[in-house]
């Protein structure tokens, strides 16, 4: 199993940056692919990046040139480094890993970007 636990979220002001962390432990060995999702009320939870063992990213077109999905290099820890915050940005944020053909999440950090 994996277990995963996040960081980093809090307040800040439009325009300002955060950084998250998600760190993993457990079966790392085992995890193809990492990366975030987020989730406000009344709608549906939203890819923001994700990043593989092969080191490929992916991220959602609202946040791109933005934000950047980084790991160390032991590969059990993702970064989320969010620049040019705005309110739409506000939302709960969830790291997720793959392995084994399932998906693991962390328990959500809250983000809030005040304008």
């Known amino acids: 199993q994996v277990q995963l636990v996040e960081s980093g979220g809090g307040l800040v002001q439009a325009g300002g940056s955060l950084r998250l962390s998600c760190a993993a432990s457990g079966s790392i060995d085992s995890i193809t692919a990492m990366g975030w999702y987020r989730q406000t009320p009344g709608k549906q939870r939203e890819l923001v990046a994700t990043?593989?063992?092969?080191?490929?990213?992916n991220y959602a077109e609202s946040v791109k040139g933005r934000f950047i999905i980084s790991r160390n290099n032991a590969k059990d820890t993702v970064y989320l480094q969010m620049n040019s915050l705005n309110s739409e940005d506000t939302a709960v944020y969830c790291c997720?890993?793959?392995?084994?053909?399932?998906?693991?999440w962390g328990q959500g950090t809250q983000v809030t970007v005040s304008s």
């Open positions: 990043i593989t063992s092969g080191g490929s990213t």
């Open positions: 997720h890993a793959d392995h084994w053909g399932s998906r693991r």
